[in-house]
């Protein structure tokens, strides 16, 4: 694991996309998404780069969606 600043707990990363705890908690057991689990207190963790990731890829299923 990097160093831990460089990843966002959940209730963090769910502001950043702009959901609740709970979509971001099934995202992740659906699979859209992954996160690591901190190493002493279990508690998911998410890389900004992998929620700049989704976000990008919600805006171009949305774009593709208004083009039509």
Same mark, same amino acid.
């Given at each position: 694991?990097? /160093?831990?600043?460089?990843?966002?707990?959940?209730?963090?990363?769910?502001?950043?996309?702009? $959901?609740?705890?709970?979509? %971001? @908690?099934?995202? $992740?057991? !659906?699979? /859209?998404?992954?996160?690591? @689990?901190?190493?002493?207190?279990?508690? @998911? %963790?998410?890389?900004?780069?992998? %929620?700049?990731? %989704?976000?990008?890829?919600? !805006?171009?299923?949305? @774009? /593709?969606?208004? !083009? /039509?």
């Amino acid at each position: 694991m990097e /160093k831990l600043s460089d990843y966002m707990r959940i209730s963090e990363a769910a502001e950043y996309l702009g $959901v609740s705890p709970n979509t %971001l @908690r099934n995202w $992740v057991n !659906a699979g /859209k998404i992954a996160a690591v @689990r901190h190493p002493v207190n279990d508690y @998911r %963790l998410f890389k900004r780069e992998d %929620l700049d990731a %989704l976000l990008k890829k919600v !805006a171009v299923a949305s @774009r /593709k969606r208004t !083009a /039509k």
